[in-house]
């Protein structure tokens, strides 16, 4: 279906292929090619996207995610796929894949420290 915007209105918006990876943010951008007859005719950049298989720590498996190249190094500066997910707020994570798994490592440590304090609580 056609609608009846155009399509570089979208352009800051989260678009679709975004939630199923780990794209920190990046979108689709529009603009013009310029060649030498300086025929404008419009054109989009998609993201540097690629398909990875990222190390958890804490649940000690791989994930096959799409990843933007940015979102890489990012994940190397914090120290890992957990740490990233964990000191990222949810609003800058822009992804729904990204907050699932984030809620599993959260809902994974929690059951941990539990039951590390019931081995530490003295049986009455």
């Known amino acids: 279906m056609l609608s009846a915007t155009p399509a570089y209105a979208l ?10 990876g780990l794209f920190g943010g990046k ?10 007859s ?4 419009r054109r989009n950049w998609l993201p540097n996207v690629q398909n990875k298989k990222l190390f958890s720590e804490t649940l000690g498996k ?10 890489l190094r990012t994940i190397d500066k914090k120290g890992g796929l957990d740490k ?11 992804s729904e894949k990204a907050v699932s798994m984030k ?8 059951r941990i420290t539990q ?4 081995q530490k609580a003295p049986l009455a």
């Open 11 to 20: 352009a800051r918006a989260t678009f679709k292929r975004a939630q199923r």
């Open 27 to 36: 979108h689709i951008q529009f603009g013009n090619n310029n060649p030498f």
């Open 38 to 41: 300086k025929t404008k005719t």
């Open 62 to 71: 791989f994930f096959e995610l799409k990843v933007t190249t940015s979102v």
């Open 84 to 94: 990233y997910l964990l000191e990222t707020k949810d609003k800058n994570l822009y």
């Open 103 to 110: 809620t599993v490592l959260l809902k994974y440590q929690s």
């Open 115 to 118: 039951k590390a304090s019931q």
